[in-house]
């Protein structure tokens, strides 16, 4: 009788989970134990209800809008709920967190009796105007830590600059759902596997290219930027094949999808101030600062055309910048162009 060939599967050969990834310390961050693996556990149940939700939204009739407009004067829509809230009721669960920021509210939600001094911030739903058109939309956040010492929690504790944030990630709900985490020195990509209910390890140790040749703007508002804007557009786009230009064009209208092709791809995207939104359009504390930390950590840039995204000392918990990121040499161009000299 032949020997069959098939053989039981090698216990090495089942992949690293997100929370076995956190407790075994892989991303070199020795107080990734304890209370933080479990807040991060906490996000990432989110990031799961959140996901089955996208993935039956048709189905289960939550496209469409609410009726409300959020503290941004912007309609919100079903699934934007669904996602603040199932981040609300994870987070308050352990009592890790102490408060939770997020688009959604105009002020953040304290969660009393927590006895954990973490502090969350979340853009829940980002791309809201793709989900009734099946684009990729995605979940932003960013984790601090608050001293107890400086007395209760309140608006005031969430106005530190990205640059003290101890973790920061996106979920992106596209082909498949990638969640994408950093603790400030190294990036890691985890695959939802619908089947095993886990986050498996798929992009360890992300590293975004040092040039591209992709560039990701909302060119319908060229005729709003300012002069040096317009420039460094030409620029990108004129035909020179040493440095790969033209450049292509990419944009999705989630930063969610486009700041993860160009963390992934390299290249540059960037929301300006326009006339219409003179201090940028994204949000500082819940969209530039995660995503500026992740691409610091990945080798890449985040700055708001002059300096780092990570280094604003923020004034109010839903201001607004302008978020340049990607590849060093692509972003170092941008800013060349915004002092008015172009490359070299
Ligand atoms: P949202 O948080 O309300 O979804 O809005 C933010 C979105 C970003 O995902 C995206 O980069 C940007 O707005 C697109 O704006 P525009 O449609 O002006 O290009
Ligand atoms: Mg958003």
Redesign the pocket.
């Known amino acids: 009788m032949p020997t069959p060939s098939w053989k039981p599967p090698d216990a090495s050969q089942i992949g690293v989970t997100l929370e076995t990834f956190i407790l075994e310390g892989m991303f070199e961050f020795p107080d990734a134990r304890g209370t933080f693996t479990s807040l991060l556990n906490q996000i990432c149940l989110a990031a799961k209800i959140i996901t089955g939700r996208v993935r039956r939204a048709g189905l289960a009739d939550v496209f469409g809008y609410t009726g409300e407009t959020n503290v941004?004067g912007?309609l919100v829509q079903k699934l934007d709920m669904i996602a603040h809230e199932a981040l609300v009721q994870s987070l308050r669960r352990r009592g890790h967190c102490a408060a939770l920021a997020t688009?959604e509210a105009p002020d953040p939600i304290l969660f009393e009796g927590a006895t954990g001094n973490y502090l969350v911030v979340s853009?829940p739903?980002?791309?809201?105007?793709n989900i009734d058109v099946d684009i990729s939309i995605g979940t932003i956040f960013g984790v601090m830590r608050y001293d107890k010492s400086r007395g209760p929690v309140d608006q005031s504790s969430f106005l530190v600059p990205g640059r003290e944030y101890c973790a920061a990630g996106y979920v992106i709900y596209g082909s498949s759902t990638v969640l994408v985490l950093t603790m400030g020195k190294s990036v890691h990509g985890f695959t939802w596997d619908p089947t095993a209910g886990e986050f498996f390890l798929s992009h360890e140790n992300i590293r975004c290219p040092s040039n591209g040749n992709m560039y990701s703007i909302?060119e319908g508002n060229h005729c709003r930027w300012t002069p040096e804007v317009q420039k460094w557009n030409a620029y990108v786009k004129a035909d020179d094949e040493k440095t790969r230009r033209p450049y292509k064009h990419r944009y999705v209208?989630?930063?969610?999808a486009?700041a993860h092709r160009t963390l992934l791809k390299g290249g540059i995207f960037a929301?300006p101030p326009d006339t219409n939104n003179t201090n940028g359009?994204?949000r500082l504390l819940y969209?530039a600062n995660p995503f500026a930390m992740i691409l610091e950590a990945a080798g890449g840039k985040a700055t708001d055309g002059q300096k780092p995204i990570l280094d604003i000392a923020p004034t109010e918990i839903h201001q607004r910048v302008p978020l340049i990121l990607g590849s060093v040499e692509d972003v170092d161009t941008y800013a060349s162009f915004m002092r008015g000299e172009g490359p070299r």
């Open positions: 941004q912007e688009e853009d739903l980002d791309g809201s105007s909302n209208g989630s930063l969610v486009d929301y359009k994204l969209e």
